[in-house]
C-alpha cells in the first residue's frame, strides 16, 4: 500500500543481488517474496496496521524483509539494534504492543501488555500512516524517541540517485542505517549486510565485494588509518566514503583525502528528528559544505543553525517539542559561513569556554592527532579553581607512555599550533577504547 514505488523496482530487478549476507547472496526476486512472507506472518500473529511494532535485530535479509513488511502494512516501527543491551525501557516509552526479535532467519513474536496512549501515536494511528520511533544515542544525557511519519520520509527515495554496492555501516536503529538501505534498495544496488563493523573485516568486505559506497563515521576512519589495517587490502572498488554523525578533525580527513585521492570524500548532515539532507563538500579534504534539498529550509542565527523540514519528526514521546512556533528546529551545531558553504564546528553543549575564550573540542583533537603514538584522543571541559574551566584530554595510546612525557610532549606540540588557552592542561591515559556501540566518540 505504501511502498508500491518500491516493489516496483524490486520487479524490475529481479535477478539482481539485492542484498549480500554471511557470503550468501539474495536477488530482488529472493526480497520481494519473503516480504510478501513476512506480511502473512504478521497477519498470522495478529499483528494489525498502526500497531507499534518493535523490531529487534540489525541488518540481514528477515529483518530488512520485516521492516518493509511492516512499513507497508501502516505499523509504527521501533527498530532496535542488538547493540542495545537494555530494551525494556525504550518498549515502555514508546508504547511498544508487539515485539519481532530476528535471530538470523529466524522471527519470534511477543505481545506486550501496553496500550498507547501518547498522542503523538495516536495521531499516527489515526492517519492510518506507518511510522518509525528512533531513540538518540543519550550521549548527551537520557536517549529521546522521537516519532516520524513514515510517508514523507519515504517521499525522496522515489528520485532516482547512483546506483552503487554499500555497506550498512550504520546501526539498524540509526537515521543513517535506515536512509543507507532505502537509497541502495531504490535504485536497484546491493546492500552488504555485516556485524562485525572492526576496521578489518570492513576493509576485508570492500575487497571481498568490491565495495563502492562506505558510508561511516570521523572515528571509523581515523581507527582505520590508525591501525594501518588498509595496507592489507585492495580499497580501489569505493568510489564514495561519506561520513557524519559528528565533528570530522581536519587532520583525519587530509590523512586519508592524500591515501586515497581518487575517492570522493562527502560530508553529510542529518538528524534523528530531521532525517538525513542532501549535502555537497567543497572538495574531499575540505570541512566547508553545502546542505539542503527540495524538503529543507536553513537558516543561520547568532551562528547556531536552524533547519526547517516537511518530513520532521512529529515530536518526542519522552520529552517537550524542539520547534519554535514556525517550524524551525535548533540543531545546537555552531557553524562558520563562507558565502553558501558553512563549516560544522561542534555542539554549543561541547564547547569548552576558557577565561571567556570558546574552545571547540573537534579543533584541538586534530591537532593532538598529528602526534605519534596517539591512536584515539577525546578532549573536554576540565573543572579549574583559578579559571573555571581548562581544557583535558583523554588518550588512548597505541603503547605505553608516561604521563609526564605525553604531558611534555603535549605542549611541545601544540604551542605553535593551539592559541595557549586550547592547550590541554589536564592530560589522562585510558586502555579503554574512546568509541561507542554506533562508532562515535567519547567525551
Not at 504492543?97 to 535471530?103: A, F, M
Not at 500512516?129 to 522521537?146: I, V
Not at 581544557?391 to 601544540?414: D, I, Q, S, W
Not at 593551539?418 to 562508532?439: A, C, G, Q, W
Request: charged fraction near 25%; aromatic fraction near 10%; proline fraction near 4%.
Amino acid at each position: 500500500m505504501f511502498l508500491e514505488f518500491l516493489f516496483q523496482i524490486f520487479k524490475e530487478n529481479s535477478a539482481k543481488d539485492a542484498i549480500i549476507w554471511q557470503n550468501n547472496s539474495y536477488t530482488y526476486s529472493w526480497l520481494f517474496e519473503n516480504v510478501e512472507m513476512a506480511t502473512k506472518e504478521l497477519v498470522e500473529n495478529n499483528i494489525s496496521p498502526n500497531d507499534i511494532v518493535a523490531l529487534r535485530s540489525d541488518f540481514n535479509p528477515y529483518s530488512i524483509a520485516y521492516l518493509i513488511a511492516l512499513i507497508n502494512n501502516g505499523n509504527i516501527v521501533v527498530p532496535i539494534s542488538f547493540a542495545i543491551k537494555t530494551t525494556d525501557e525504550f518498549y515502555d516509552i514508546a508504547e511498544v504492543e508487539q515485539i519481532i526479535n530476528i535471530l538470523e532467519t529466524k522471527a519470534e513474536f511477543t505481545k506486550t501488555n501496553d496500550k498507547p496512549i501518547h498522542k503523538i501515536n495516536l495521531q499516527l494511528k489515526e492517519r492510518k500512516h506507518p511510522g518509525l520511533t528512533l531513540f538518540s544515542s543519550g550521549s548527551t544525557g537520557k536517549s529521546k524517541a522521537a516519532v516520524h511519519d513514515f510517508v514523507p520520509l519515504l517521499e525522496k527515495y522515489k528520485v532516482k540517485r547512483k546506483l552503487l554496492k554499500t555497506i550498512t555501516f550504520l546501526l539498524f536503529d540509526h537515521i543513517g542505517g535506515v536512509n543507507t538501505l532505502f537509497s541502495v534498495l531504490s535504485n536497484g544496488g546491493t546492500i552488504i549486510a555485516i556485524s562485525d563493523r572492526s576496521p578489518e573485516n570492513i576493509c576485508k568486505i570492500i575487497e571481498q565485494y568490491k565495495v563502492e559506497l562506505l558510508p561511516t563515521s570521523p572515528t571509523f576512519i581515523n581507527m582505520v588509518l590508525m591501525s594501518k589495517v588498509y595496507t592489507k587490502y585492495d580499497l580501489s572498488s569505493l568510489k564514495y566514503v561519506t561520513y557524519g554523525t559528528e565533528v570530522m578533525p581536519e587532520q583525519t580527513l587530509k590523512t586519508f583525502s592524500n591515501l586515497y585521492p581518487s575517492i570522493t570524500l562527502k560530508q553529510t548532515y542529518g538528524l534523528s528528528e530531521l532525517g538525513i539532507m542532501r549535502s555537497k563538500s567543497r572538495d574531499s579534504s575540505s570541512l566547508w559544505m553545502k546542505i539542503g534539498g527540495e524538503d529543507y529550509q536553513i537558516k543561520i542565527v547568532d551562528d547556531i543553525l536552524f533547519i526547517k523540514s516537511k518530513s520532521a519528526m512529529l515530536g518526542y514521546l519522552n520529552a517537550p517539542t524542539p520547534f519554535d512556533e514556525e517550524g524551525w528546529f535548533n540543531t545546537q551545531d555552531k557553524v562558520e559561513v563562507d558565502g553558501e558553504w558553512m563549516k560544522i564546528l561542534g555542539r554549543i553543549t561541547d564547547i569548552i569556554i576558557v577565561g571567556g575564550q570558546k574552545v571547540y573540542p573537534a579543533e584541538v583533537e586534530s591537532v593532538l592527532l598529528e602526534m605519534d603514538n596517539v591512536k584515539e584522543v577525546s578532549v573536554f571541559s576540565k573543572d579549574n579553581p583559578i579559571m573555571g574551566k581548562v581544557v583535558g584530554a583523554r588518550f588512548y595510546l597505541t603503547k605505553e607512555e608516561p604521563v609526564a612525557a605525553l604531558k611534555n610532549k603535549v605542549r611541545h606540540h601544540c604551542k605553535d599550533k593551539l592559541e595557549s588557552y586550547k592547550i590541554p592542561v589536564h592530560i589522562e591515559i585510558t586502555e579503554k577504547n574512546l568509541v561507542t556501540d554506533r562508532f562515535k566518540k567519547k567525551r
